[in-house]
């Protein structure tokens, strides 16, 4: 008795899934400092901060689920803190003229949206589980931003060690033309794939859930 009694009683708040969902907001802050700043070290270290954030993103719910660590605490928390940190790494491509502010704002009203659902189905006690759209839309944000971090650390190094990014680019032909297109346009597009995923993953909620808004369940 007293077995089954320990597998089914609560888990502690700050049990090592939530503080690891906790680290990504944490992680934020020191992401904007470093990445605004100029040096090459500094860069990196921005990139690499989110970097463990996107991962802790996986890894909460790897160990809420391995364990049984599940809490209305972490619930609530892990959305918010993917919203934190990936809202924050485009505002600041934005302030770096590195993703259109339309993009953004699109992705950030629709994250408001479906907060706000989330919170009416709350108050009407239905839980509104995360969908396979709304994970493809996280991956897709994901993508984009590590892809534009993984530019501009690469392009601080090379031109700390190698001088102009445009100089080196030239000199390497075709291939540096290929390169200066591809920097140009993937986080563009990238971000633009982004978008249109979170426009589709936010009518996806909307539709599966309609019947919140008609006095029902669903």
Same mark, same amino acid.
């Given at each position: ?5 320990? +597998? ?10 939530? %503080?690891?969902?906790?680290? &990504? ?21 921005? =990139? ?9 993103? $996986? ?7 391995? $364990? ?9 928390? *892990? ?17 770096? @003229? ?18 706000? %659902? ?6 009407? &006690? ?5 969908? &396979?759209? =709304?994970?493809?839309?996280?991956? +897709? ?16 190094? #090379?031109?700390?060690? @190698? ?22 346009? =993937? ?5 633009? $794939?982004?978008? #249109?995923? +979170?426009?589709?993953?936010?009518? *996806? ?12 369940? &669903?």
């Amino acid at each position: 008795m007293t077995t089954h009694h320990q +597998s089914h009683s609560a888990p502690a708040p700050w049990n090592v899934a939530n %503080l690891v969902t906790y680290s &990504r907001i944490a992680v934020t802050p020191f992401f904007l400092y470093f990445i605004f700043r100029e040096e090459v070290g500094a860069k990196w270290t921005g =990139g690499l901060l989110f970097a463990w954030g996107a991962y802790s993103d $996986y890894l909460d719910g790897y160990l809420a689920r391995r $364990y049984h660590l599940n809490t209305e605490i972490g619930a609530l928390l *892990d959305p918010l803190a993917d919203k934190v940190l990936f809202l924050s790494a485009m505002l600041a491509f934005v302030q770096m @003229q590195l993703a259109p502010a339309w993009m953004v704002a699109v992705i950030m009203a629709r994250e408001f949206m479906i907060t706000g %659902l989330r919170q009416f189905a709350q108050n009407k &006690r239905v839980v509104i589980a995360a969908s &396979r759209a =709304g994970k493809h839309k996280t991956i +897709s944000q994901i993508v984009a931003i590590s892809v534009t971090l993984a530019i501009v650390c690469v392009r601080v190094t #090379v031109e700390h060690y @190698q001088g102009r990014w445009e100089i080196v680019l030239a000199k390497l032909g075709t291939l540096g033309d290929w390169i200066n297109e591809a920097v140009w346009y =993937g986080p563009y597009w990238l971000m633009f $794939y982004a978008t #249109v995923m +979170s426009v589709l993953s936010g009518l *996806d909620y909307l539709v599966k859930n309609r019947g919140l808004f008609n006095g029902g369940k &669903r």
